[in-house]
């Protein structure tokens, strides 16, 4: 089992950061690029989806990290709708649609996941204790996050 020492370390951030990656690379194709309104709002909510989890972790609690990937899930739906928008407006092919639409999907299991375990688990969070985050989440086996 891997340490987990920072929100890097965490698989479901390092699947959102690949995530952000992939839509970045989809919105520089024309025609989408034209659309600067839909290619900021979708690359601002992709981003939204790997920030969320390490603003989270960063906060030193379970609250607040349970809190903050709430709303990267909430990021992950909103990605998924404007990926359809992207759809509609022929921006993207269907295979490359379906392609996101399902790496999204997985990093939003993967965030129900996390909170899942954080909830059943009694730790409190680094802030809480005179331990470092390492002690907090050294049960956590990162190749399951």
Same mark, same amino acid.
């Given at each position: 089992?891997?340490?987990?020492?920072?929100?890097?370390?965490? =698989? $479901?951030? =390092?699947?959102?950061?690949? &995530?952000?990656?992939?839509?970045?690379?989809?919105?520089?194709?024309?025609?989408? *690029?034209?659309?600067?309104?839909?290619?900021? =709002?979708? !690359?601002?909510?992709?981003?939204? #989806?790997?920030? !969320?989890?390490?603003?989270?972790?960063?906060? @030193? @609690?379970?609250?607040?990290?349970?809190?903050?990937?709430? $709303?990267?899930?909430?990021?992950? @739906?909103?990605?998924?709708?404007?990926?359809?928008?992207?759809?509609?407006?022929?921006?993207?092919?269907?295979?490359?649609?379906? *392609?996101?639409?399902?790496?999204?999907?997985? $990093? !939003?299991?993967?965030?129900?996941?996390?909170?899942?375990?954080?909830? *059943?688990?009694?730790?409190?969070?680094?802030?809480?204790? !005179?331990?470092? #985050?390492?002690?907090? &989440?050294? *049960?956590?086996?990162?190749?399951?996050?």
């Amino acid at each position: 089992m891997a340490k987990i020492e920072s929100f890097e370390d965490l =698989q $479901v951030w =390092q699947k959102s950061r690949e &995530l952000a990656k992939l839509v970045f690379a989809i919105t520089r194709k024309e025609p989408f *690029s034209k659309d600067f309104s839909l290619k900021d =709002q979708i !690359n601002r909510s992709s981003g939204s #989806v790997m920030d !969320n989890i390490a603003e989270g972790f960063e906060r @030193g @609690g379970k609250k607040e990290l349970i809190q903050f990937l709430y $709303v990267s899930k909430g990021s992950c @739906g909103e990605l998924r709708s404007q990926l359809h928008r992207a759809l509609d407006r022929d921006y993207i092919a269907t295979e490359e649609f379906e *392609s996101l639409v399902l790496a999204s999907k997985e $990093v !939003n299991k993967q965030l129900s996941g996390f909170i899942k375990y954080l909830r *059943s688990t009694d730790l409190k969070g680094s802030k809480y204790a !005179n331990e470092p #985050v390492v002690a907090y &989440l050294n *049960s956590i086996d990162s190749t399951e996050l």
